[in-house]
């Protein structure tokens, strides 16, 4: 067994929470997707350089186009096929650090 005390206290403090954020992050992701494509988003949010009218212009926060915020569904999209790619491999090493991926 491991005994370190450093070992142990990076293990807990920064390995795992960092396996429960990428959990959370694939988990968030595969919920997201679901919803867009359920959705279908695209319809309504086309990929185009037409900025989203949601207050940003006034209140500090960066504008964004349907561009932007479809590429961030490729991302998504990617990071979730990268997570499950031969049979889910690095989502099962995430996991199975992970303490609360949910």
Known sequence: MITDPQAIK???ER?????DSLGKLYYAAKSILNDWYAQQVSTVLPNTDV???DGSQT???NTV???DLTN??????EFVADCEA????KLNTI????VNPQ
């Open 10 to 12: 990076f293990s807990n």
């Open 15 to 19: 390995i795992r929470p960092a396996a």
């Open 51 to 53: 900025t989203l009218d």
């Open 59 to 61: 209140d500090g926060r």
């Open 65 to 67: 186009s349907g561009a």
């Open 72 to 77: 961030v569904i490729n991302r998504l999209s």
């Open 86 to 89: 031969d049979s889910n491999a």
């Open 95 to 98: 996991l199975k650090v992970a």
